[in-house]
């Protein structure tokens, strides 16, 4: 990223991506199949790195927040993802036609995009500056922030369904509206993201996304029914929204790495909080229960709201010193 920018990264690592799906498609053997999964899941890494780089880029050039918009759309691309595949598998179309036309369809669009994509404000190699740099103390306390937030996401999105089924008792179909409405809920919650944090500001965003996880999980687990189950867990899904985007803006400001290697620091730790989540609860629940295994995350959201505000001070203050 910082040799070649943001803008190149983006269109090779998209490639890649459309490439390696392709590859999944047509693997004849799981060996094959394997290293095809392994090189399509780093292929993504590059993709979400270089394309929040981007989205940086792009937000000192309008000169405003602009970030929460484009998480949003990644919400809603996931959303309709699901339904066209559901839709097209109904219809009859085979698995391999539609991962071949996925992964068309995004080699397409990575031609299509290329020249529309903004060049680095500041490409190449800084002067003065070595090739590898450890990031700095208040980099990494963004990571550990990063780290929560998608613990909190993905535990969330992984259990919130099986919570509806197994403590709340209820049919399928209502499980599937808990998901739907935490879904939906960080999809709006990001839309209305950037108006919002030109209203009260990043820190002030903050404490009020750890006050909406605390209710919206105080609502779903001590009142297990669904009317209240199915509005905590939007509740939470609003409070989680404009974490992540908050902290991957303030990491591709950070003046030590600068917004790639900023935004692959944070991505790097707070992906793994993303992955580890949803295990840790599942191996919980088996000891204690759901209902207090899901309780973990909310001890995390204080730790946004009070924490939060000061370590983006902290990080703030440091791209001014620096």
Not at 208 to 236: K, Q, Y
Not at 304 to 310: E, H, K, L
């Amino acid at each position: 990223m910082r040799h070649f920018g943001s803008r190149r990264c983006i269109v090779v690592s998209i490639a890649c991506y459309g490439l390696c799906l392709l590859a999944i498609a047509v693997a004849p053997n799981l060996i094959l199949f394997v290293v095809a999964a392994l090189l399509f899941g780093a292929s993504k890494g590059g993709v979400d790195v270089s394309i929040n780089a981007q989205a940086v880029v792009l937000e000192r050039c309008y000169g405003r927040a602009i970030m929460s918009s484009f998480q949003a759309l990644w919400s809603v691309g996931g959303l309709a993802g699901g339904f066209l595949t559901s839709a097209a598998l109904a219809l009859g179309s085979t698995l391999l036609a539609n991962l071949t036309g996925v992964g068309s369809l995004l080699l397409l669009l990575d031609r299509l995009c290329y020249f529309h994509l903004m060049r680095d404000a500041t490409p190449g190699e800084p002067a003065g500056r070595t090739r590898f740099r450890l990031p700095g103390k208040a980099l990494l306390w963004v990571a550990r922030l990063t780290f929560i937030a998608l613990f909190s996401e993905g535990v969330l999105q992984d259990w919130a369904a099986v919570y509806m089924r197994q403590v709340v008792l209820v049919p399928v179909w209502i499980a599937a509206i808990a998901y739907a409405g935490y879904s939906s809920a960080m999809a709006l919650g990001r839309f209305a993201g950037d108006r919002v944090l030109a209203l009260i500001g990043e820190r002030s965003l903050m404490r009020l996304s750890g006050g909406l996880i605390i209710v919206g999980l105080a609502a779903a687990l001590l009142l297990p029914t669904p009317l209240f189950a199915i509005a905590g867990f939007a509740v939470a899904g609003l409070g989680n929204s404009n974490l992540v985007p908050i902290l991957f803006s303030a990491a591709g400001r950070d003046p030590v790495l600068g917004p790639g290697p900023g935004i692959a620091t944070v991505t790097t730790v707070g992906f793994c909080g993303f992955l580890v989540g949803p295990a840790v609860i599942g191996l919980m629940s088996k000891f204690f229960g759901l209902s207090v295994a899901l309780g973990v995350v909310a001890p995390l959201a204080p730790i946004t709201a009070v924490c939060g505000p000061a370590i983006i001070r902290w990080h703030a203050a440091s791209q001014v010193n620096g």
